[in-house]
Every structure is written in C-alpha cells, then in structure tokens.
C-alpha cells in the first residue's frame, strides 16, 4: 500500500468504499446461459463436485450473515452486509444452473457455527484466499481445454471475478483489524499461515472425503482423464500464479492483496526452475 497506512482509518474507508463502489448488478435468473448439447450437457453432469460448491456457496452466505451484526463498526459492517448478499447470491446462481440443466446436486443441511464467528469468518476467508488462488489454475485449464462452451465459462467469470474481489478486501480487512489490534507484521504473517495451513487441511479433508467410494458420484476415469491428461504439476502453479497477477490488476493498486501464496508459488517456481536447469547440466 502506498499512501495509505494499513490499519488507519483512511485505509479502512478506502477498502470498504472500493468493495461497495464495485458490486456488480445482476440476477442469476437472467444470465445469458447457453444451450448446451447433450454431450456438453454429460460432461457438465459429469463434474463431481456441484453439491460441494452449492453447499460452500450457502455456507458462505450464513457465515458472513451470522457474523455481520456482530461488526461494531457501521462502515465495515455495510461492507461484510454486502459480501453476505453476494455469497448467497452466488448460491442461487449455481442453484438456477443445477435446475436449468439437471445436475445432481442437493441441498444440504448447513451446519451449526461455532459459538465465536469472528473466528469462523476469517477461516472461512482465509480458506476463500486459498481455493481461489488454485481456482485460478484450475479454471484457466478448464477453459483452455474448452471442456464447456465459451459462454459457461463467461457466466462463471462473474463469480471468479467476485470471489477475488473478496479476497482482496478480506486481506485489507485482516491487516486493518489486527493493526488495531498492535499486531506488527511479523505476527500477522505467522498468523496468517496458521490461518492457511488450517484452510489447507480442511481442503485435504475434502478431497480425502471426495476420494471415499460414494453413491455413484464418482468423477468417471474417462472425465478424470480430461482433466489430468497431461497434468503438470509445475505448469498448474505457473497457471495459478500468472492467473493471479492477471486476475490482481483489476483492483485498485492501492489497495492490498494477498502476499503469502504467490509468493510461495513464486519459490517453488524457481526452485523447479533452478532443479531442471541442474538436471539438464547432470545429464
Ligand atoms: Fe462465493
Ligand atoms: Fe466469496
């Protein structure tokens, strides 16, 4: 941040005008979704992960709304109001498209918070930082293998778009709350790896979850082979990471942005890079 001091009272205007300033206007319902083929509408069908991401999306929206009123401060509150209304209406986007095209995915039953939600919602944001940051990658391999018609990909740019537009204003968010706090930087980096190391586990939890023999909403060998077919691992890092820097310059650069992942994607890049360059020197 240049001018303007984390933690500072101009900063948290700043983040929270920005964050209101740049909602977009836009009913789920009225997306111009595309007509899909039937073998566009199996592969759609196909993704194993529809009720998680309805389910995540719902749980998202009660978390943020759960713990808005707890918010002492008026202008703050407005700001986490409105990300509340974005999240459940993220939700009912991925619940027009499981209708409109026969997906198989359920509501569930949204589990109980625990009692300090201030707590729940900074996992839940630090958990939003990391599955973005590997949504980057993911999404970009997605659309490249035009896995789904160009216009599917259009309507979920609009949730990509609004989810890194979360995570940018959860990070000033962070830095505005524990700079009021005393926290010096140093702290605040360790505490924010606590937080994504415990974002991490969860994700690892789910995936083992996923891996579970369950009732037939196993991602068929031949889908995973799409996905995976010449998978590396190196070019989804470089992928996440410039789809970072990419998806970053549509925010005001005033503002902050998520440090800690690129930057450890950033490492593990050059360390790969310094490893092949040994390799090819050995050989
Ligand atoms: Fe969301
Ligand atoms: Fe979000």
């Not at 808005?68 to 401060?73: G, V, Y």
């Not at 023999?213 to 991602?219: A, L, M, T, V």
């Given at each position: 941040m240049s001018a303007i001091e984390p933690g500072s009272e101009d900063h948290k205007h700043y983040f929270c005008q920005q964050f209101l300033d740049t909602h977009q206007v836009f009913d789920p319902e009225t997306l111009p979704w595309p007509e899909l083929t039937e073998e566009e509408l199996a592969r759609l069908r196909a993704v194993p992960f529809w009720q998680e991401v309805y389910h995540t999306e719902r749980r998202a929206g009660a978390i943020v709304d759960a713990f808005?009123?707890?918010?002492?401060?008026p202008v703050v509150r407005e700001a986490v109001r409105l990300q509340g209304y974005e999240e459940a209406r993220h939700a009912e986007l991925i619940r027009v498209m499981i209708e409109r095209y026969g997906l198989d995915a359920r509501k569930q039953p949204i589990e109980r918070f625990p009692a300090d939600l201030e707590t729940a919602f900074i996992d839940f944001g630090f958990g939003e930082c990391l599955d973005a940051f590997l949504g980057f990658g993911a999404f970009k391999s997605a659309r490249q293998s035009q896995f789904l018609p160009e216009a599917m990909f259009e309507i979920f740019d609009v949730l990509m778009f609004e989810e890194t537009r979360h995570i940018v204003f959860f990070i000033n968010y962070m830095a505005w709350r524990e700079k009021r706090r005393g926290l010096g930087r140093a702290r605040r980096s360790a505490k924010s790896f606590r937080f994504y190391m415990r974002a991490l586990g969860r994700l690892l939890g789910m995936v083992r979850r996923g891996q579970q023999?369950?009732?037939?909403?196993?991602?068929a060998v031949t889908q995973t082979n799409l996905f995976l077919?010449?998978?590396?691992f190196r070019g989804f890092v470089e992928d996440c990471y410039r789809e970072n820097a990419r998806r970053m310059?549509?925010?005001?650069?005033?503002l902050m942005q998520p440090r800690l992942l690129p930057g450890i994607a950033d490492l593990a890049l050059r360390g790969l890079r310094l490893w092949d360059r040994r390799r090819t020197k050995a050989g």
């Open positions: 808005t009123p707890q918010i002492s401060d023999p369950n009732d037939g909403h196993d991602f077919d010449g998978f590396s310059t549509a925010f005001d650069p005033a």
